[in-house]
């Protein structure tokens, strides 16, 4: 620890301004803060802060994905980890060369987006789509706005939406057969694997999959959804530590529930078969949580999941898509400002009242 | 009362003991001459002179003439130390009453008239002690109130807390809470204590037959004894012309000490605590004691910040440079941040106290509380929205709406937010993974309010007189036009 912390230390002038490679400085200031936690101390009261910064609070959704990642790994091969290390790259590079140019640091958002972005498409897409759906989220989704923390949508599923809109074919076909058995695909990199048509897609004519595979995870579907068990370990871990807001999950949801019992009349193997099926739970618990594409006020997340839920559950349904979750995202990301002006004027009129 | 949400106890270790330390006549008295409410600008003493103890050694000409008082006799020194009055070669005899005994006569008997009352209460130092509970700076001795708020609820890390402040003075408190009654002209006492003060059961007993003073419990947790809170859950800051009063309980023994005993208000009993105090007690120490005799043998580590208050509120001084203030309820110790740690971010954090979970000793709750340093404990960051410091908030107000407001440069929505209900508490600030500083902001955005109001003021005062101007010029002419036909 002491020789890094050395190695650090020698190099830095090579990095500041006039030095050799002053140009790569948010490169070598993302390692150095990565690395040791900063010298920075309180110049202003309160003149102690709490533990918790920005890398930890993106760090615990790494972990959260872990399950996600893992089953992943096992259903449709190594594969995945070459997508999720083009996703970094290419979203990395992308943040870097940013940072470079507007001389600022570079954010830990990355950290999370990089991830979730390969995560929720189809484990077949050829790479180089993954590399641009990532350079396009992060550069398009986030930069643009200012970056992490001013980002209106989320940047992964702008990333996914410009694939979806450019590559209909090559995001519609991708759908590898999971593996099966003990050790499943983890061992191979199904490059040859056959494809076949995701539970929702082959639900629009007449074949329902099992609902234990759906709960496995047994089944084909984007990267990171398909092991309902995953996701809910992972999405668990998330609201018990307080990262993801559990009214947005329950919102989702529950509206989720009752707009397809209203569907189904009521019909309780149709209801669990949605909620199990496509990226519903993934989304509801990695996605439409991210704190700054939803709107602040925990009131207003109740309304926020609440569109999101009924607008899966529509678009489902009734229109000629056969997955809804990325669409009633982007679409909640929309209202966020709405019902932030809208329950913020109400909060503020009520502390008027009590004085 | 209505029930107060938000807020927070943070786990810092070195909370004093309630034991309290007696310090010896030190060598000197540093006296500021600045505090937070006062700026003592008019000298009374000259250079060399030899004072003897209670003397009142400057004045604040700005408020009611309010006093520094010298604590023990000693000769004079002026401008040794910026902005600080000195005495040297001190009496070793303190002066009367400094002990605070509970010998005193009953309200009333000692008092005197009213008038009488407020004026030793003035010379004697004890008025300061009593606030507008809205703009918590000293009232005017003339004024009075319909209500006062006495808090004994002191949970800020780490300022003198209630149970060491009354051990064996709990006849006095009430003492002195019926001379707050008599200062009011029949006002109405609220007394706040903490649920988990030792000595609410018997305070209740001692003011049973009070009808005019009502006890009030509050949930033990910062900042819930700000009397701003306390004002607004009783619901007395629905009518904005009812003055209230607010006081402390060093206020309240201090007013007793004057009316009943006529000893000056120069003692204080403060907290010594923090991470890097090696015992953490009370000190029993009088107005000017230097900071530096204080510490001396009593802190483990060099490289410390010594702040005069609690951690969210206190400012930092330099001990060898200044005194005790008349304000000052506590010094908090911290050590300095030193060296980095390696991939802290992603460690369990066994030892961490955090007001989030995201730390593994959320599991075991009660461990031993943190020592925490003045790390920043990270980088500062945009604001993700993560929504802790709108949960931490005791007013219930939206700290990172209002940040983002005021750096957009929108005042009238920052004001629309009612940042004027922010009562400085600091948690926003404490709670921030972007290690943003919303404390700053809420101050900042309360200042220009205060000013741009102050503008609009002064434009409209003017546009008024040139309005009237206008108006007399148009009847001069109207009254030659009138001459002239």
Redesign the interface.
């Known amino acids: 620890m002491k020789l890094i912390l050395t190695l650090l230390d020698k190099t830095r002038p090579l990095f500041q301004e006039g030095g050799r490679f002053a140009a790569l400085k948010p490169i070598y200031d993302a390692a150095d803060a990565f690395l040791f936690s900063p010298l920075t101390r309180t110049s202003r009261a309160p003149h102690v802060r709490d533990p918790l910064d920005v890398k930890r609070y993106m760090s615990t959704v790494i972990i959260a994905i872990a399950p996600c990642l893992l089953a992943a790994i096992h259903f449709f091969g190594l594969r995945v980890l070459a997508m999720v290390l083009v996703s970094y790259a290419a979203g990395g590079a992308v943040e870097v060369l940013l940072a470079m140019f507007k001389k600022e640091e570079i954010n830990e958002g990355l950290l999370v987006t990089g991830m979730l972005f390969p995560l929720i498409l189809p484990p077949g897409l050829p790479l180089w789509m993954v590399a641009l759906g990532s350079a396009f989220g992060v550069l398009v989704g986030k930069e643009l706005f200012g970056g992490t923390g001013r980002n209106l949508f989320n940047p992964a599923l702008i990333g996914r939406v410009f694939l979806a809109l450019s590559y209909p074919r090559a995001m519609s076909a991708g759908w590898i057969e999971p593996g099966q058995g003990l050790v499943g695909r983890a061992l191979e990199y199904a490059t040859d694997a056959v494809t076949m048509a995701t539970p929702l897609a082959a639900a629009k004519s007449g074949t329902w999959a099992a609902l234990p595979k759906l709960f496995f995870g047994n089944v084909t579907g984007s990267v990171g959804e398909t092991s309902a068990l995953a996701v809910l370990i992972g999405g668990a871990f998330l609201l018990i530590i307080g990262i993801a807001n559990w009214r947005t999950v329950a919102a989702m949801l529950g509206t989720f529930v009752i707009v397809t019992a209203g569907i189904y009349s009521g019909d309780p193997h149709a209801i669990i078969w949605h909620l199990l099926s496509g990226g519903l739970l993934f989304g509801a618990f990695f996605m439409a949580t991210d704190p700054v594409s939803s709107p602040i006020m925990n009131s207003a997340k109740w309304v926020y999941g609440a569109i999101i839920g009924i607008a899966t559950a529509l678009i489902r349904n009734f229109t000629g898509y056969v997955e809804g979750v990325m669409f009633a995202i982007l679409l909640g990301n929309i209202f966020a400002p709405v019902l932030d002006e809208l329950f913020v004027t109400a909060h503020v009129r009520r502390l008027r009242e009590e004085g | 009362m209505a029930r107060l949400k938000g807020g927070y106890n943070?786990g810092?270790a070195g909370r004093p003991s309630s034991r309290v330390v007696d310090l010896p006549v030190p060598s000197r008295l540093v006296l500021p001459l600045a505090s937070r409410c006062f700026r003592f600008g008019d000298i009374r003493v000259e250079e060399g002179a030899r004072v003897s103890a209670g003397t009142v050694l400057a004045t604040d000409p700005t408020r009611f003439s309010a006093p520094l008082i010298a604590a023990y006799g000693g000769t004079v020194r002026l401008d040794r130390v910026a902005d600080h009055l000195i005495l040297e070669s001190l009496d070793e005899a303190p002066p009367g009453g400094l002990s605070g005994s509970d010998s005193a006569a009953p309200p009333g008997a000692a008092s005197g008239s009213q008038a009488d009352a407020r004026d030793r209460l003035v010379s004697l130092g004890a008025w300061p002690f009593i606030t507008d509970a809205r703009t918590d700076l000293p009232v005017d001795p003339a004024a009075t109130a319909n209500d006062v708020i006495v808090s004994t609820v002191h949970l800020e890390p780490f300022v003198a807390s209630a149970d060491a402040l009354l051990k064996g003075r709990l006849d006095s408190f009430v003492r002195g809470l019926e001379h707050l009654h008599e200062l009011t002209q029949g006002g109405t006492v609220h007394v706040a204590v903490a649920d988990d003060a030792g000595f609410a059961t018997e305070l209740a007993g001692l003011i049973a037959e009070h009808s005019w003073c009502r006890l009030h419990t509050v949930v033990a947790r910062y900042p819930f004894g700000h009397p701003l809170l306390i004002l607004?859950a009783l619901?007395l800051?629905?009518d904005p012309k009812r003055p209230v009063w607010a006081i402390r309980t060093a206020g309240v023994l201090a007013i007793e000490r004057a009316l009943s005993s006529g000893a000056p208000g120069v003692e204080r009993l403060i907290a010594l605590g923090g991470p890097a105090v090696s015992e953490p007690v009370h000190l029993k120490a009088v107005v000017g004691y230097p900071i530096d005799e204080i510490l001396e043998n009593r802190l483990c580590g060099d490289d410390v910040?010594v702040?005069s208050g609690g951690?969210?509120?206190?400012?930092?001084v330099s001990p060898g440079q200044s005194g005790l203030d008349a304000e000052c309820e506590g010094l908090?110790v911290?050590r300095?941040?030193g060296e980095?740690?390696?991939?802290?971010?992603?460690m369990p954090?066994l030892s961490?106290?955090?007001?989030?979970?995201?730390?593994v000793s959320?599991l075991c709750p009660g461990g031993p509380p943190?020592r925490?340093?003045?790390?920043?404990?990270?980088?500062l960051?945009?604001?993700?929205?993560?929504?802790q410091c709108?949960d931490v908030c005791p007013v219930?107000?939206?700290p990172?709406?209002i940040h983002k407001f005021l750096h957009a440069d929108e005042i009238d929505e920052v004001e629309?937010?009612?940042v004027d209900?922010c009562i400085e508490c600091?948690?926003c600030?404490?709670?921030?993974?972007?290690?943003i500083?919303l404390?700053?902001d809420m101050c900042d955005a309360r200042r220009l309010i205060r000013e741009e109001h102050e503008a609009q003021k002064k434009m409209e005062l003017k546009a008024k007189l040139e309005e009237e101007k206008r108006l007399a010029a148009k009847e001069a002419l109207a009254a030659e036009e009138e001459a002239t036909a």
């Open positions: 943070i810092l607004r619901g800051g629905r910040r702040i951690i969210f509120t206190g400012s930092d908090t911290l300095e941040l980095r740690h390696m991939l802290s971010f992603a954090g961490r106290s955090s007001y989030g979970r995201t730390f959320r943190e925490l340093n003045t790390s920043l404990a990270g980088e960051r945009a604001c993700v929205s993560c929504g709108i219930g107000i939206l990172s709406v629309r937010m009612r209900l600091g948690l600030s404490y709670v921030c993974p972007s290690k500083e404390l700053s």
